[in-house]
């Protein structure tokens, strides 16, 4: 009896250690999508970031159009809908110096818009625009993606 | 698996230091075969009790002689006028070292620990992570048409502009 529950043992206690292994090994990726015009109001809840976000893109309004929060595992292919077509396609590779190393895709349909590897700081947002120019008059969308281990 | 693949992982089984799958696979070779389940378990009892051992070893040191010897020694050393020396007895550093070196050894088999206070909050992993007061991230590789690339200088956030007629056909 003894030595009938030590390899079962054993094997629970390798199959708990997988388990808290791989439910640790996850990123949070957090993917917002918004609308930059011109003109007309700004969207209540973007209104700490339009500084920021007219720094960056040059406009003056923002609206809200979704908001994807997804926990993803490392070297797992994750993709989010943005809409209209267009996707954005994550893989994550990995944390070097407390950065996050992450291949991004974003497509419409078929088409590949930009295909980069970046080092996002852990935690950290960046931003892609799409749209005819910062500054053009008919607007443009803004992907801000967030990327934090939780490790 | 077999029982030699098993015999050169078993420290590192025993450790958990191995990947996942090779985990399973030890395990699972264990749980059918009994002389690597016995190997495991004695490797498991004498790691426990080698940490046991140094845990009792320590506790009986005597500390109240080591500080006296220290200021006996500073007492006795004449000032340090260029490099660096020293002049503590032999006694007194061999001392010292076995302290080192038995609590390094008892914190290394007793692995890490926490201890909570009561009323105290323990501190999380996540608070102990470093401020971040930079968004600065980098590209190594980047491909597309019509991109430009800027940063908000004063956070570092970086935008990947694309233009609305860019993009590259999927190959």
Same mark, same amino acid.
């Given at each position: 009896?003894?030595?009938?529950?030590?390899?079962?043992?054993?094997?629970?206690?390798?199959?708990?250690?997988?388990?808290?292994?791989?439910?640790?090994?996850?990123?949070?990726?957090?993917?917002?999508?918004?609308?930059?015009?011109?003109?007309?109001?700004?969207?209540?809840?973007?209104?700490?970031?339009?500084?920021?976000?007219?720094?960056?893109?040059?406009?003056?309004?923002?609206?809200?159009?979704?908001?994807?929060?997804?926990?993803?595992?490392?070297?797992?292919?994750?993709?989010?809908?943005?809409?209209?077509?267009?996707?954005?396609?994550?893989?994550?590779?990995?944390?070097?110096?407390?950065?996050?190393?992450?291949?991004?895709?974003?497509?419409?349909?078929?088409?590949?818009?930009?295909?980069?590897?970046?080092?996002?700081?852990?935690?950290?947002?960046?931003?892609?625009?799409?749209?005819?120019?910062?500054?053009?008059?008919?607007?443009?969308?803004?992907?801000?993606?967030?990327?934090?281990?939780?490790? | 698996?077999?029982?030699?693949?098993?015999?050169?992982?078993?420290?590192?089984?025993?450790?958990?230091?191995?990947?996942?799958?090779?985990?399973?696979?030890?395990?699972?070779?264990?749980?059918?075969?009994?002389?690597?389940?016995?190997?495991?378990?004695?490797?498991?009892?004498?790691?426990?009790?080698?940490?046991?051992?140094?845990?009792?070893?320590?506790?009986?040191?005597?500390?109240?002689?080591?500080?006296?010897?220290?200021?006996?020694?500073?007492?006795?050393?004449?000032?340090?006028?260029?490099?660096?020396?020293?002049?503590?007895?032999?006694?007194?550093? $061999?001392?010292?070292?076995?302290?080192?070196?038995?609590?390094?050894?008892?914190?290394?088999?007793?692995? /890490?620990?926490?201890?909570?206070?009561?009323?105290?909050? /323990? $501190?999380?992993?996540?608070?102990?992570?470093?401020?971040?007061?930079?968004?600065?991230?980098?590209?190594?590789?980047?491909?597309?048409?019509?991109?430009? $690339?800027?940063?908000? /200088?004063?956070?570092?956030? $970086?935008?990947?502009?694309?233009?609305?007629?860019?993009?590259?056909?999927?190959?």
């Amino acid at each position: 009896m003894k030595h009938a529950t030590g390899p079962t043992l054993v094997v629970v206690s390798a199959l708990l250690l997988i388990a808290a292994g791989a439910g640790a090994q996850t990123l949070d990726i957090h993917v917002t999508t918004v609308r930059a015009a011109d003109t007309g109001p700004c969207d209540p809840q973007l209104e700490a970031m339009r500084p920021r976000l007219r720094k960056l893109a040059g406009y003056r309004a923002y609206q809200l159009l979704a908001e994807q929060q997804r926990r993803v595992p490392w070297r797992n292919t994750e993709a989010f809908d943005l809409g209209d077509g267009r996707s954005l396609v994550l893989l994550p590779k990995g944390m070097v110096d407390e950065r996050v190393m992450m291949q991004v895709r974003l497509l419409e349909g078929r088409r590949r818009l930009v295909d980069t590897n970046v080092r996002l700081v852990n935690g950290g947002t960046m931003v892609f625009g799409l749209g005819r120019d910062a500054r053009a008059a008919d607007g443009a969308l803004l992907i801000l993606l967030r990327a934090e281990d939780n490790r | 698996m077999t029982c030699t693949d098993v015999e050169q992982l078993l420290g590192a089984f025993v450790d958990t230091e191995l990947p996942p799958p090779q985990l399973l696979d030890v395990a699972r070779h264990a749980a059918t075969c009994m002389a690597c389940d016995g190997a495991i378990r004695e490797l498991t009892e004498l790691r426990g009790a080698v940490a046991a051992l140094l845990e009792r070893e320590v506790r009986q040191l005597d500390l109240s002689r080591i500080w006296p010897a220290v200021d006996a020694a500073i007492d006795q050393a004449p000032p340090l006028t260029g490099a660096v020396h020293s002049s503590a007895p032999a006694a007194t550093r $061999m001392w010292a070292a076995l302290l080192a070196v038995a609590a390094t050894a008892l914190l290394w088999f007793q692995g /890490p620990t926490t201890h909570h206070q009561p009323g105290k909050t /323990p $501190m999380t992993i996540a608070s102990a992570r470093p401020t971040r007061t930079s968004n600065q991230s980098a590209i190594d590789r980047i491909a597309g048409r019509g991109i430009t $690339m800027r940063r908000e /200088p004063k956070s570092g956030t $970086m935008i990947i502009w694309v233009s609305s007629n860019g993009g590259e056909g999927a190959r």
